[in-house]
């Protein structure tokens, strides 16, 4: 179930605001600095909407564009054609209805336009017609940085509901809290200072580094301490490595070569690869020698393969298959001739 509880520290107002309108027939216009989370607050919106509602594929809302959500992001085409085409199919279908309380209600469809700061203004001309005639049957979620990121003709049709700033020094215990991370009390100003540092004061990013902070102090047990939080700081996107780290100490061939595949095609070099998996590993390592051993063999034969110019990814999943594969612990695991490399 989704509780009704606003998913972001120090935005209480702003997510009571929302919710007042969730059976009007308003427009919305979210803005907020880059990272404030106005994404987080859209996404549990649709899937409360979706809850109270009774709809279907709940935990999609907000996800993924379905029957009665269409989502239009950065990455979309939202040209004037995508506009008068798509679009004005989807909000002139008919009407939803639904049974509540022995009562027939009428549901709304919803379009939520991403980073509206990029939305063409041609594309937002062709929208003023549809979003009045429609808004019976249609709702618009505009998400950008300013009000100015939208025409006046669509702003004069939104409720504008603006994020508030939100100062990290003082939301500090809440968002600790928040996130309910072990050893509160071990987290000092100076980890702190680090952490908003380097996140820029974006929202978004100080909540992966701490979720990041979180795990580790789960995986080790241990309090975290100054030297951990600044290696976080300088750590690659964790949610790119883990899974191939992961992969590898557990010598899964073709999980491993899927994770690397995948790591590859974010855009990341093959020295890139091997640096942040030697990070990733050094704040998740532990004590097992067979782990350990298995993963530094990958590393050395891969960095032999760099020294000899080849760092295609053919060549890095070539490394990686035979590394993988050899039997490296079939003689007794302190016999130091085990870990030459082949």
């Not at 179930?1 to 929302?18: A, D, F, R, S, Y």
């Not at 989370?37 to 709940?58: D, F, H, M």
């Not at 379905?66 to 995508?82: F, H, S, V, W, Y």
């Not at 618009?140 to 994020?163: K, N, Y």
Request: include cysteine; glycine fraction near 4%; charged fraction near 20%.
């Amino acid at each position: 179930m989704i509780n009704n509880v606003c998913p972001l520290v120090g935005q209480n107002e702003v997510w009571n605001k929302l919710l007042e309108l969730m059976n009007t027939p308003c427009h919305i216009f979210l803005t907020g600095a880059a990272g404030s989370g106005k994404s987080t607050l859209v996404k549990k919106y649709l899937k409360l909407y979706a809850q109270n509602k009774l709809r279907p594929n709940l935990y999609d809302w907000g996800e993924t564009t379905n029957d009665e959500c269409l989502l239009l992001g950065a990455e979309q085409d939202r040209g004037i054609q995508t506009i008068r085409g798509h679009v004005s199919l989807f909000i002139r279908q008919k009407t939803l209805e639904i049974w509540t309380e022995n009562e027939m209600k009428q549901l709304h469809r919803w379009v939520i336009i991403d980073d509206a700061d990029t939305f063409p203004q041609i594309s937002q001309q062709a929208l003023r017609r549809p979003m009045e005639t429609y808004s019976h049957v249609t709702r618009f979620i505009f998400v950008g940085t300013s009000e100015e990121d939208l025409i006046p003709a669509l702003r004069s049709r939104c409720v504008h509901i603006s994020m508030n700033a939100m100062n990290p020094f003082l939301y500090k215990n809440d968002i600790i809290q928040f996130l309910q991370i072990p050893y509160q009390e071990h987290i000092t100003m100076d980890m702190w200072l680090w952490l908003v540092n380097i996140s820029n004061s974006n929202t978004s990013e100080l909540f992966r580094l701490l979720n990041l902070l979180k795990n580790i102090i789960l995986y080790k047990n241990k309090p975290p301490t100054l030297k951990l939080v600044e290696l976080i700081c300088s750590a690659p996107a964790y949610n790119d490595f883990y899974p191939l780290l992961t992969a590898i100490v557990e010598k899964n061939t073709l999980l491993a070569t899927e994770k690397l595949l995948a790591v590859w095609k974010k855009g990341y070099t093959f020295e890139d690869i091997l640096d942040s998996l030697q990070v990733i590993h050094h704040l998740f390592s532990n004590n097992v020698l067979a782990e350990n051993v298995q993963l530094h063999v990958f590393l050395v034969n891969s960095w032999i393969s760099y020294c000899k110019g080849n760092t295609s990814i053919l060549a890095l999943t070539n490394v990686l298959y035979n590394s993988l594969t050899n039997d490296t612990f079939k003689q007794s695991p302190y016999d130091p001739e085990q870990y030459k490399i082949q």
